[in-house]
């Protein structure tokens, strides 16, 4: 396994990237290489770690506004 440590920006880039890769191909997983199937599954790692991410941004966003009121 192979660990990054990226930023939600670069993540997001990353995101895009292999997202235009793979629009190409159906979504019928029995005509769809394998290549393809392993950059969807990564997409969607991506797409969970970056809401999570931004989640938490946005709680410590919350915090930061209401910790001097």
């Known amino acids: 396994m192979?660990?990054?440590d990226i930023d939600v920006t670069q993540a997001v880039?990353?995101?895009q990237v292999l997202y235009k890769e793979q629009e190409l191909y159906t979504y019928d997983?029995?005509?769809v290489p394998?290549?393809?199937v392993g950059i969807r599954e990564v997409?969607?790692?991506l797409?969970?770690?970056i809401e999570d991410t931004l989640?938490?941004?946005e709680m410590i966003d919350a915090f930061d506004e209401n910790?001097?009121?």
């Open 2 to 4: 192979i660990k990054l």
């Open 13 to 15: 880039a990353i995101r």
């Open 29 to 31: 997983p029995t005509c």
């Open 34 to 36: 394998p290549r393809i």
């Open 43 to 45: 997409i969607v790692t």
């Open 47 to 49: 797409d969970k770690q």
């Open 55 to 57: 989640k938490i941004q």
């Open 67 to 69: 910790e001097f009121e």
